[in-house]
């Protein structure tokens, strides 16, 4: 886990471990954390099936690399 802001551009450089789960929510409470996990957690599995090494995990979006 980490909060580095450069983590993205060192991953693009350098590579990563094999999957990375990043999520970006910013402050949330615990309640809310759960909820977005119930609504689409499928959604970063797929991502991580579909061959994404990283998947960032924000509010409004999900996005493979």
Not at 32 to 38: A, E, P, W
Not at 39 to 57: R, T
């Amino acid at each position: 886990m980490t909060k580095d802001s450069d983590f993205l551009d060192n991953y693009v450089i350098h590579g990563a471990p094999p999957k990375v789960l990043v999520l970006e929510f910013g402050n949330i409470s615990n309640k809310d954390l759960l909820q977005l996990f119930d609504n689409y957690f499928n959604e970063v599995i797929i991502s991580f099936e579909q061959g994404s090494n990283i998947v960032l995990f924000r509010r409004d979006e999900i996005i493979g690399y």
